[in-house]
């Protein structure tokens, strides 16, 4: 799964190249407000589209992950606590009546 990811990443690096060089001195207008207008090239348009897309949902994904990973590590915690709390209270063991003798 790691090298579909790593070969599906250089495939669309590769695309972006393309369409970038083909499209370097091709201008775009952009109307924010009627006095506002913003004019930029189209591989810069498209490249921070994307990251204004990408960027958010990345930071929640790796807030969420923090967040589950912090609480996994705090049951396993307790986990251990509580097998440590009850093996040491734990009464001993009665010697079984076939090993008396």
């Known amino acids: 799964m790691y090298y579909v990811r790593i070969v599906l990443s250089v495939v669309l690096l590769f695309g972006v190249f393309v369409?970038?060089?083909?499209?370097?001195?091709?201008?775009?207008s952009i109307t924010?407000?009627?006095?506002?207008?913003?004019?930029?090239?189209?591989?810069?348009?498209?490249?921070?589209?994307?990251?204004?897309?990408?960027?958010?949902?990345?930071?929640?994904?790796?807030?969420s992950r923090w967040r589950l990973n912090r609480r996994v590590r705090s049951l396993e915690k307790a986990i251990q606590d509580a097998a440590a709390t009850s093996a040491a209270a734990a009464p001993p063991q009665p010697e079984s009546a076939g090993e008396a003798r």
Not at 34 to 53: Q, Y
Request: aromatic fraction near 14%; charged fraction near 15%.
């Open 32 to 63: 924010i407000w009627e006095e506002l207008i913003v004019e930029t090239n189209a591989p810069a348009l498209m490249i921070l589209s994307f990251l204004a897309g990408f960027v958010p949902l990345l930071l929640l994904h790796r807030a």
């Open 19 to 28: 369409f970038s060089w083909a499209n370097w001195d091709q201008r775009v």
